[in-house]
């Protein structure tokens, strides 16, 4: 797990941006909440969707999609931009393949409209697209070593010997297969095979480079270099790469945007540090990252703050937020780990803010703890440290009874 500065330093010199970006347990490094426009615009400059004289590269227009009676895809509006790296991320049978496969020309929409610069590509076949798909199948040659693999759309292409030759010993020092040129793919690992398979793939340069779980068997070591690696070139090529993938961490690190899909139908689509830290319900705040959600209503408001009276904690709540509602209303707050404080129960209580409960659960996580704390009113409420100093005077421990708190700034209003 890396810490908030290793992240930050990375993605500067590869974005040559300061980042808002996260490490692997899921903790921002945001600006401050008073400077919230950044989010989203730190990655690098980069924001064509913010720029309404940017037409997208690709258009999603009232895309559905039935098989037989089921509807994979409900009525679909999703527009993706040049030199986008976009993830489509959801749990497994939402219909991210299906929209991959849509764009790639392998399956036709039932209704709507797919527009690829400009054009109408609905009825234009896989292979007139300028877009390579890379396939969870990989779908390598058999009969053909790594190096030709990788080498046979460049010579399809009819490039030359000495361009095809540069990028393939780029391509395999990108995936770290410089040793395996000569190798047939049944002589490769399953991790092995998928690299291959991603380096043919992005060798063409395609404008448009489509990834379904690209890095999914890899290790978590090659993962994080190769992720890394991916994003370098995608970056300097300018190319376009949309990606399938339910791995959220793997979203988050490399995307500029994602949309959270749910039964055919998109939930939210945002930046990395927008999804993670102002979620726009309860699903996506649940898909994302460990959080705590606490059901309560709304008894006041005032500008810029709501009140929100919860039975699970059996406190009100004030919490920073521009959200429409109204008193009565039903609402939830959500709250990160790492934003909520974890202690021994002082003499004095404060039972307005703290609530009081019983650690359930303790996960170590290396650089960071994470503790599941069932309170009085039944809430289980996860809070993480980080293990930041190597001794501490009396840790933590299972059945330890102690307060959990957050401040008015720590949680989300969430009325769905
Ligand atoms: P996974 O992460 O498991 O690959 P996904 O989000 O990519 O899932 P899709 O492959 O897009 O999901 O499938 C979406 C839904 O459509 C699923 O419920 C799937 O069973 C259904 N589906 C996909 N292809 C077909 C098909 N050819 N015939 C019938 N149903 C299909």
Not at 287 to 299: P, R
Not at 347 to 364: A, F, N, Q
Request: charged share 25%; proline share 6%; hydrophobic share 40%.
């Amino acid at each position: 797990m890396w810490t908030p500065s290793e992240w930050g330093r990375t993605l500067v010199s590869l974005r040559q941006q300061p980042t808002h970006d996260m490490d692997l347990h899921g903790d921002a490094l945001l600006p401050p909440r008073s400077n919230r426009s950044a989010i989203g615009g730190g990655r690098r400059s980069f924001a064509p969707w913010k720029d309404p004289s940017v037409e997208p590269l690709i258009r999603y227009q009232g895309i559905v999609k039935r098989f037989g009676d089921f509807v994979a895809i409900k009525k679909l509006d999703l527009d993706i931009y040049q030199g986008e790296f976009f993830s489509l991320l959801g749990p497994s049978g939402c219909g991210k393949t299906t929209l991959l496969r849509m764009l790639a020309g392998f399956t036709a929409p039932t209704e709507g409209t797919l527009l690829l610069a400009g054009e109408n590509v609905s009825s234009v076949p896989p292979h007139r697209r300028p877009v390579n798909m890379m396939f969870q199948s990989y779908a390598l040659f058999p009969h053909m070593d790594v190096a030709a693999n990788i080498a046979f759309g460049l010579k399809m292409e009819g490039l030359p010997k000495a361009e095809i030759a540069s990028r393939v010993e780029e391509m395999l020092s990108m995936v770290k297969l410089e040793k395996f040129a000569k190798r047939k793919p049944h002589q490769l690992s399953g991790g092995q095979r998928q690299r291959v398979a991603l380096a043919r793939s992005i060798a063409k340069r395609p404008k448009v480079l489509l990834l379904d779980e690209p890095l999914g068997a890899l290790d978590k070591k090659l993962k994080d270099e190769t992720q890394f690696e991916l994003m370098n070139l995608q970056h300097s090529l300018g190319l376009t790469f949309v990606v399938v993938t339910h791995d959220q961490e793997e979203a988050m690190i490399m995307s500029d945007r994602i949309a959270v899909m749910d039964h055919g139908e998109i939930a939210q689509i945002a930046t990395p540090g927008e999804v993670y830290e102002q979620p726009g319900s309860r699903y996506v705040a649940d898909f994302i990252g460990d959080i705590t959600l606490i059901e309560g209503t709304v008894a006041g408001l005032d500008s810029g703050t709501v009140s929100v009276k919860s039975r699970a904690t059996g406190i009100t709540h004030t919490v920073l937020s521009d959200r429409p509602v109204s008193i009565g209303q039903t609402v939830w707050l959500a709250v990160r780990p790492e934003k909520i404080t974890i202690s021994f129960p002082d003499k004095v209580r404060r039972p307005t803010e703290e609530m009081l409960g019983v650690v359930s659960d303790i996960g170590y996580h290396g650089k960071w703890t994470i503790f599941r704390v069932l309170t009085g009113a039944g809430l289980r409420v996860s809070v993480s440290q980080p293990n930041s100093k190597s001794f501490v005077e009396r840790p933590i421990s299972w059945n330890d009874e102690v307060v959990v708190s957050f401040s008015p700034e720590a949680a989300v209003l969430l009325t769905k």
